[in-house]
C-alpha cells in the first residue's frame, strides 16, 4: 500500500493519515440540528475561475471570517487530480492573504492522481464516512469543493442517497454561520436537483437519460438529472453556462421540475452566484453573467414536431445585481441606468445570433440587442444542425420587461435584462448551399 501524503489540520501538523482511518471508520452520525435555521452562505462558481478574480476570492474568505480567521476544508471529490488542484487552489488563496496551512485538503476521492506515486486517492472513496474527520470540521470556517464531475461529489458524500457523517458535519458548519463554496461540479451539486449531463440539443430533442458513462456524457446528449446536495433550495444551478449555451437544458430541467423548482440559475464562467441564507437573497459577482430561468407561467405544447414551450422568463444578471426570493425581485447594481426609454441603439433588425454576430452570447443579445435596442421588440435566434428539423428561439420584451446598463470596472459593459419572454418552437430547415453554375 502507499503512504499517504502530509496534511496540516487546524494548523497543527499531521504527519499521517492513515488508510485504516479513511477505510475503516465507523458509521456514527453527528447529529444535524435541523430545527435551526441556515445562517450561512454560499459561494457557487460556474467554473474556470481565474487566480486574479479578486472579487469572488476575497468575498469567499470575508464570509469565512476573514484573512486571519479563515479556515478552509477542500473537498476534492469530484477531481481527477485532486492533489493538483487542491495545490493551485492553495496558492490562489495565499494571494489574497491566506497562510498556507489555512487550507486543509480532505481525503475525499475517487480518482487517483497518476502525478502522486506516493498515494493512491483513490482510496479516498470512504473518507466521507471518517467519523474523526467529520468531528474536525467542528475547527473550520469554510468548506470548498474543486470541480470534475458531481456524481464523484454525492456518490461520497452522499452514497445511495443518505448523508454521510462527513455531510453531516458540511451542513453544522453551514447552519452555524459558515460558508460553502464550489466551482462547475462544486456548484452543480447544491440544488436539490443536480443537472448531471447533456447539452441543450440533446436535451430539447432527446429529453432525459439514466444513463451515464463518463465525463463526456456532460458535452453532449440527452439531459441526466440526479439527486443533489440540496445546499441551495431555490432553483436548479447549471454552470460553464455561458461558454457551453446551456440555457437549454436548464429550460428543460426547470420544465420537468415545475411544481418544485421552476427557477434555474446557470452561471457563467469566472463568476460567482453569492446566497445569503439570513436575507434569502443571491448577488452576482465575477467577470460574467448568472441567467436566471423562470418556468412559473410557461406553456409547454403537445407539439408532435419537437420541443415546444412558450412564455419562459429569461433574465441576465451581472455587475452586482441581486435577486430576493422572498419577494421575487430584481435589483439591479444602483450604479446602472435604466435603459427603456434611453436605449443606445436603433436596429430594426438584430443580426441573427451566430458567430458572426457581435452579440453572439445569451446575454449580449439579451442585454444589447433587446432590450437597449429601441428598434426591435423581439431578437430571434435559430437551433439546428443543418437541414432537418431544429428550433426557434423567439425572445420578446412586453410590459414585464426591464433592462438596465453601466459601464463598471473601468469601460466593462455591464447590462441586465430582466424577464425577457422567450417561445422556443420546433421548425423545419431547408439549407441549401448557393454553389458558382461552371459555364
Given at each position: 500500500m502507499k503512504h499517504s501524503m502530509i496534511f496540516k489540520l487546524l494548523s497543527i501538523p499531521i504527519s499521517v493519515i492513515s488508510f485504516s482511518l479513511i477505510l475503516g471508520c465507523t458509521e456514527a452520525v453527528i447529529p444535524q440540528p435541523e430545527q435551526l435555521a441556515d445562517k450561512g452562505a454560499l459561494v457557487l462558481v460556474g467554473g474556470a475561475l481565474a487566480g486574479s478574480n479578486t472579487e469572488v476570492y476575497q468575498r469567499f474568505i470575508e464570509l469565512a471570517g476573514g484573512p486571519l480567521q479563515a479556515r478552509i476544508a477542500v473537498i476534492p471529490a469530484a477531481s481527477g487530480q485532486p492533489v493538483k488542484y487542491f495545490k493551485q487552489f492553495q496558492h490562489d488563496m495565499q494571494r489574497y492573504g491566506l497562510d498556507e496551512d489555512q487550507m486543509t485538503l480532505f481525503p475525499v476521492a475517487v480518482s487517483d492522481d497518476k502525478s502522486t506515486e506516493e498515494v493512491d486517492e483513490s482510496e479516498w472513496r470512504r473518507g466521507a464516512t471518517d467519523t474523526?474527520?467529520?468531528?474536525?470540521?467542528?475547527?473550520?470556517?469554510?468548506?470548498?469543493?474543486?470541480?470534475?464531475?458531481?456524481?464523484?461529489?454525492?456518490?461520497?458524500l452522499a452514497p445511495d442517497g443518505q448523508k454521510s457523517v462527513l455531510l453531516e458535519a458540511i451542513w453544522a458548519l453551514y447552519q452555524r454561520g459558515g460558508v460553502?463554496?464550489?466551482?462547475?461540479?462544486?456548484?452543480?451539486m447544491m440544488s436539490e436537483i443536480m443537472i448531471a449531463a447533456g447539452d441543450s440539443w440533446g436535451a430539447l430533442t432527446q429529453g432525459t437519460t439514466d444513463s451515464y458513462t463518463g465525463m463526456q456524457d456532460q458535452e453532449n446528449?440527452?439531459?441526466?438529472?440526479?439527486?443533489?446536495?440540496?445546499?441551495?433550495?431555490?432553483?436548479?444551478?447549471?454552470?460553464?453556462?455561458?461558454?457551453?449555451?446551456?440555457f437549454g437544458r436548464l429550460i428543460v430541467a426547470t420544465e420537468l421540475n415545475k411544481d418544485r423548482f421552476p427557477l434555474g440559475f446557470g452561471i457563467d464562467e469566472n463568476t460567482a452566484l453569492v446566497y445569503t441564507a439570513h436575507n434569502k437573497s443571491v448577488q452576482v459577482i465575477g467577470a460574467g453573467a448568472v441567467t436566471a430561468i423562470d418556468v412559473s407561467n410557461a406553456r409547454r405544447l403537445a407539439n408532435p414536431h419537437g420541443y415546444h414551450i412558450e412564455d419562459v422568463r429569461i433574465s441576465v444578471m451581472q455587475g452586482g445585481d441581486?435577486?430576493?426570493?422572498?419577494?421575487?425581485?430584481?435589483?439591479a447594481n444602483p450604479l446602472k441606468s435604466a435603459t427603456v426609454g434611453q436605449e443606445y441603439l436603433n436596429i430594426a433588425t438584430p443580426v441573427v445570433s451566430g458567430v458572426f454576430s457581435r452579440n453572439s452570447r445569451l446575454k449580449d443579445l439579451l442585454t444589447f440587442d433587446l432590450v437597449d435596442n429601441k428598434g426591435a421588440s423581439e431578437v430571434v435566434s435559430y437551433l439546428h444542425q443543418g437541414s432537418g428539423k431544429g428550433f426557434t428561439l423567439r425572445f420578446s420584451q412586453d410590459e414585464f420587461t426591464t433592462g438596465y446598463w453601466q459601464y463598471l470596472d473601468g469601460l466593462l459593459d455591464s447590462g441586465s435584462a430582466y424577464r425577457v419572454k422567450l417561445d422556443i418552437v420546433p421548425t423545419e430547415f431547408q439549407i441549401s448551399p448557393l454553389t458558382v453554375t461552371s459555364q
Open positions: 474523526q474527520l467529520a468531528e474536525r470540521l467542528s475547527q473550520y470556517t469554510a468548506v470548498w469543493f474543486l470541480g470534475g464531475d458531481q456524481l464523484n461529489i454525492t456518490a461520497t460553502v463554496g464550489g466551482t462547475s461540479a462544486g456548484a452543480a446528449g440527452p439531459l441526466m438529472l440526479a439527486k443533489g446536495l440540496g445546499f441551495f433550495p431555490h432553483a436548479i444551478i447549471d454552470q460553464h453556462f455561458d461558454r457551453k449555451a446551456r441581486y435577486y430576493h426570493f422572498d419577494t421575487e425581485q430584481f435589483v
